[in-house]
């Protein structure tokens, strides 16, 4: 085995099966929710009394940020994503695998933003279909790629304040 091979093999990329898992179930959940439940609100499936399972799409980024806008954006939140794993990526090379923390929030980041991606360059907008609400309020609706990207970034957030060597 070279010695470049060993180190990847010692590096954050092996943590890169999480983000391949978080994308399939992203992809998966998104495929099912799209062939099977009609679109809108008025589809929704009421799961519990501060819960329901819907089908809308979102043209923007989170909490439908630009939706509005005639479709630039679509590209412009690509190339972030794009920007951002390769970003990531490049961090996870340069850590060891045993530093489970930061790689595991990166892989979550790098799966959920590859998921949303996926969405924009093949249907043009993300699928979302997580409806949280307290009576009348209802929290944006959003997917498992958007939960993996913040709890991804919860992560390195917490990093910051976490008590190094």
């Known amino acids: 085995m070279t010695q470049q091979a060993l180190t990847l093999k010692q590096s954050g990329v092996r943590w890169l099966w999480l983000a391949l898992l978080i994308f399939l179930a992203d992809i998966g959940i998104k495929s099912v929710v799209m062939n099977n439940m009609g679109y809108g609100w008025h589809n929704r499936i009421e799961v519990l009394p501060f819960f329901n399972l819907l089908y809308v799409h979102n043209y923007g980024a989170a909490f439908s940020f630009l939706s509005e806008q005639a479709g630039w954006q679509r ?10 794993t390769a970003l990531l990526v490049y961090w996870m090379r340069r850590l060891p695998a045993t530093e489970k923390w930061n790689n595991i929030a990166y892989a979550l980041i790098i799966g959920g933003a590859v998921g949303n991606v996926f969405d924009r ?21 959003f997917n498992l790629a958007d939960s993996a990207i913040c709890i991804g970034a919860a992560m390195v957030i917490l990093d910051g304040f976490r008590n190094k060597k």
């Not at 043009?124 to 009348?136: A, E, H, P």
């Open 75 to 84: 590209w412009l939140f690509t190339a972030i994503a794009f920007a951002v």
């Open 121 to 141: 360059v093949v249907h043009g907008f993300v699928v979302d279909y997580l409806d949280f609400y307290w009576k009348t309020y209802h929290w944006p609706a």
